[in-house]
């Protein structure tokens, strides 16, 4: 028997059993997947601090509220995050600040006047401002962190399937040494390193998945921080409006 062929991985993966060639495809697609969404979870969040660097710098320098809405709601598909939350918070802001109006008067001798018109309070316009802003923002978080469950998944998962696989294949190994009359090195070799294989494919897919979990979720917190302390300073600003 000549080992050094029967233990290349290809052969490997070749002899090994069906079940943990199940194994082994298995945790091969979950790397693979998991790779697809690590890649594109690098560009959508390096976007994501692009255009919230671009839209910050814009929005301090001191230009027009409604200018930058007006160039928000014009390109709402390239905008960012940070941009469309400024877009849903001054578009509420608008309406609602149109609505009030200055109290009239009640006729005298009739204070029950039906013609007398409400007025908002600056209060209400602030917190339907921040409703609306709040409701953009989580939508947007929930796009930054589509498919961070799946790496998690991937990464606490995959090294128990792999585990998995190599006790199987251990197990299919020791019963085709119970009808060999004598065991030597050869024969036993190929079937564990059969086994041994699968867990290796395991943490293939593992670690990628928890490295990228572990770092995309740290960028995604900050994003959500600097997206938090915007809305605060906005609605103070749009609060000093009203005044």
Known sequence: MNIT?????????????????????????????SWYYI?????????SYRKTDGFERDFWSGGDLHSLYESAANHRYQSGSMERIFEAGFREFSKLKAL????????????????????????????????????TYQ???DTLESH??????AGS??????????????????????????????SVAPGIAEALVA????LFAAIPAVLAYNHFSHDIDRLATRYESFM????????????
């Open 5 to 33: 062929q029967d233990l290349s991985i290809l052969q490997l993966i070749l002899n090994a059993s069906s079940v943990v060639q199940a194994v082994m495809a298995l945790l091969a697609g979950v790397s693979l997947l």
């Open 39 to 47: 890649f594109v979870k690098w560009f959508t969040v390096r976007a």
């Open 100 to 135: 009030r109006a200055p109290a009239r008067e009640p006729r005298r001798g009739n204070p029950a006047d039906p013609e007398t018109e409400p007025t908002l309070d600056p209060s209400d316009v602030i917190d339907g401002a921040r409703r609306a802003m709040r409701a």
């Open 139 to 141: 939508r947007e978080l």
């Open 148 to 153: 961070l469950s799946f790496l998690a998944s």
């Open 157 to 186: 998962v995959s090294p128990y399937i792999g585990l998995f696989g190599t006790v199987w294949g251990i197990m299919h190994a020791f019963r085709a040494l119970g009808n060999v009359g004598q065991a030597n090195l050869s």
């Open 199 to 202: 867990t290796a494919i395991g």
């Open 232 to 243: 605060e300073e906005f609605s103070n600003i749009l609060q000093r409006q009203l005044r």
